[in-house]
């Protein structure tokens, strides 16, 4: 069984832990935490040279510069 929670970090208690305790009773538990997404363009565009790689990349492809193109079989697919 999987079920995901969304929840503020204020809202967690041990009225929670408990529910999760009563679902899962038993069972043994892999937890992961994590935070809202952050945008992807945002995060490569954060450093220097990811940036530059990135708009020299898109710069290319709008100009036809530079492009490799492979099959599917070449890919492996």
Known sequence: M????KIKADELDSNFLESVKKLFKNKTLYISIATEAEDETAYLLSNEKNAKRLLNAINNIENKKNIVYKSAQELGI
């Open 2 to 5: 999987e079920v995901a929670y």
